[in-house]
């Protein structure tokens, strides 16, 4: 079960949107629409941002959406703010009811 | 409003058992959902270690399967965690969180996090 595949560092400027790619393959990302996106601050738990590919929580932030094209999942960051700055992981759900994550990428706001 | 506290030994020597305790406050673990087990060592990224049902069906990482046990005690509403002959590659922080599994897949919300040392 190998971590799925993501930039290590992403930046933009303050009301830019930024891309990050969340790449597996068709056991996991690509087999499943179950993948879901956490952002986390320095020194603080991760926090669910985007489930099931596209969905947001309730009370999650419009900013935030999330895609999926075959073996690659993308979570869009819009109007970029500073209190976006972090680190943000991907999630999927793997064949024989595992769960694997990404390799994490750090957001920086310019 | 569901809130989840990890607890248990900072420190844990080599070759020995590492035990955690979440306790699960605002919300009856045995009125469904999974809940997960998830650390990150030092620096680096999120490892999923297992999730359990409260009727005990159990999920592990096949890299930890061997070393690992997820088990519950819905009275104390409280879930567990046990890793044995831990290494220092075991140091990390360990979160816990509820985890949806069927028909979606999420882990929200999630622990504080507890640091785990493995040091001898």
């Known amino acids: 079960q190998s971590a799925l595949t993501q930039p290590a560092s992403v930046s933009g400027s303050p009301g830019q949107s930024i891309t990050i790619s969340c790449t597996g393959s068709?056991?996991?990302?690509?087999?499943?629409?179950?993948v879901s996106w956490y952002q986390q601050h320095p020194g603080k738990a991760p926090k669910l941002m985007i489930y099931?590919?596209?969905n947001r929580p309730s009370g999650g932030s419009n900013r935030f959406s999330g895609s999926k094209s075959g073996n690659t999942a993308s979570l869009t960051i819009s109007g970029l703010q500073a209190e976006d700055e972090a680190d943000y992981y991907c999630?999927?759900?793997?064949?024989?009811?595992?769960?694997?994550f990404g390799t994490g990428t750090k957001v920086t706001v310019l | 409003q569901v809130q989840l506290q990890e607890s248990g030994p900072g420190l844990v020597k080599p070759s020995e058992t590492l035990s955690l305790t979440c306790t699960v406050s605002g919300y009856s673990i045995s009125s469904g959902y999974y809940w997960g087990w998830i650390r990150q060592s030092p620096g680096k990224g999120l490892e999923w270690i297992g999730s359990l049902f409260h009727r005990g069906t159990t999920y592990y990482n096949p890299s930890l399967k061997s070393r690992v046990a997820i088990t519950i005690d819905t009275s104390k509403n409280q879930f567990f965690l046990k890793l044995n002959s831990v290494t220092a590659a075991d140091t990390a922080v360990y979160y816990c969180?509820?985890?949806?599994?069927?028909?979606?897949?999420?882990?929200?919300?999630w622990g504080q996090g507890t640091l785990v040392t493995v040091s001898s």
């Open positions: 969180a509820r985890a949806a599994v069927v028909g979606t897949s999420w882990f929200d919300p």
């Open positions: 999630a999927s759900y793997s064949s024989s009811s595992t769960w694997v």
């Open positions: 068709s056991s996991d990302v690509g087999g499943y629409n179950f």
């Open positions: 099931d590919v596209t």
